[in-house]
């Protein structure tokens, strides 16, 4: 069993850091079971895309995402994919996780390779502000505990049913909340 973490955001863009924190937190703090690899990707979602192309059962993407919520409000919801993919809209430096999963379903298309990563889980953050700054705004440096307290519920899901979807439809297209 395999599952990748991946931490996403750009440091310089204020709350944007939310998935770049939460993942330094977890490696500091440490005790992901076994199987569990853990990635600061940053800004770098092409790399990202293409680390994927090796294989993973699960995958847990943290990130900020702007859903109904004041800012600070952390959201689990689940990847769809058999949705319509939004397009990769490449970009070396800054690609948001749905492009990123789209670049790699045109990577494995191109590859010969059948849905290289199982079910894809997401830890969200409401962002107050992606103005460029460096560091978390109240509310959301306020939800990186309970955004670490989510990591390791959804690890544990991903780990005991790497293929299980489970949730009601949301209103994004290509996910649905994880309960």
């Known amino acids: 069993m395999r599952v990748l973490v991946a931490g996403i955001g750009n440091v310089f863009l204020g709350d944007d850091g939310f998935g770049v924190e939460v993942a330094r937190r977890l490696r500091a703090r440490g005790g992901l079971p076994e199987g569990v690899e853990l990635v600061d990707t940053g800004i770098r979602g092409m790399h990202l895309a293409y680390q994927l192309l090796d ?3 699960g995958l847990l993407l943290i990130d900020t995402m702007h859903g109904d919520g004041p800012p600070g409000t952390v959201y689990r919801i689940e990847h769809d994919p058999d949705a319509p993919a939004p397009g990769s809209g490449l970009n070396g430096h800054g690609m948001d996780p749905g492009s990123v999963l789209a670049l790699l379903d045109e990577l494995a298309t191109a590859n010969g390779v059948h849905r290289p990563v199982g079910r894809t889980l997401v830890v969200g953050c409401e962002p107050a502000s992606l103005d460029e700054s460096m ?3 109240e509310p959301v440096a306020a939800a990186v505990e309970p955004a ?3 990591v390791d519920e959804l690890v544990t899901l991903l780990l005991e049913r790497p293929t299980e ?3 009601n439809r949301s ?3 290509a996910a649905r909340r994880v309960t």
């Open 55 to 57: 294989g993973y059962d």
């Open 135 to 137: 560091g978390l705004s």
């Open 148 to 150: 670490l307290r989510a």
């Open 165 to 167: 979807q489970t949730g």
């Open 171 to 173: 209103d994004r297209s």
